[in-house]
């Protein structure tokens, strides 16, 4: 079952080029978020590198606030 809103991983990912997939590419997402604070449940988390950090080392924050996807 889906939240109002949300939409499943695979369409929004549908027309991008990816190297590698793993787990249910049907989950729910109800929001996006690039910056870990602002995670909240059901989200997508993109690890973008940045100037001053690289998100990719708030993966696990971004799992503990909720994410479903990252």
Do not use: K, N, W
Not at 13 to 42: F, K, M, N, Q
């Amino acid at each position: 079952m889906s939240c109002a809103g949300a939409l499943p991983l695979d369409r929004l990912l549908d027309g991008l080029e990816l190297r590698a997939t793993r787990g249910e590419l049907a989950t729910p997402i109800s929001g996006v978020s690039y910056d870990s604070r602002a995670v909240a449940p059901g989200h997508l988390f993109v690890a973008l590198p940045g100037a001053r950090f690289d998100g990719h080392r708030f993966l696990e924050q971004a799992c503990r606030q909720g994410a479903v996807a990252l």
